[in-house]
Nanobody, 126 residues
Framework: QVQLVESGGGSVQAGGSLRLSCAASGYTNNLNCMGWFRQAPGKEREGVAAIESDGRTRYADSVEGRFTLSKDSAEKILDLRMNSLTPEDTALYYC????????????????????WGQGTQVTVSS
């Protein structure tokens, strides 16, 4: 079993930056794809970014160029650096992971992921 714990959410003004972290614990040896999702009130959960075990990253068009995803494989920590935040980025952000399989082109599909964190709130004010 794998546990994911997010941290780093908070409130910021538009144009500001935040850094989210996700710490993985438990039996993490087989984790292959890890990512961040977000869900705003009244909206479906959507993929933000994902990272393969070899370090390749994938981003949603809405965050490309503003968000950077990285992974410390030794410490099993996933970092999401978010810059130039806008009110549209306001959401509950979730860390997700899955064993064995690649993120691939369907990395946005929530059923793909086995493990989920509890979420951390990001609020961007105008």
């Amino acid at each position: 079993q794998v546990q994911l714990v997010e941290s780093g959410g908070g409130s910021v003004q538009a144009g500001g930056s935040l850094r989210l972290s996700c710490a993985a614990s438990g039996y993490t040896n087989n984790l292959n794809c890890m990512g961040w999702f977000r869900q705003a009130p009244g909206k479906e959960r959507e993929g933000v970014a994902a990272i393969e075990s070899d370090g390749r990253t994938r981003y949603a068009d809405s965050v490309e160029g503003r968000f950077t995803l990285s992974k410390d494989s030794a410490e099993k920590i996933l970092d999401l650096r978010m810059n130039s935040l806008t009110p549209e980025d306001t959401a509950l952000y979730y860390c997700a992971a899955v064993d064995y399989v690649w993120c691939g082109t369907n990395w946005r599909d929530t059923p793909k992921y086995t493990y989920w964190g509890q979420g951390t709130q990001v609020t961007v004010s105008s």
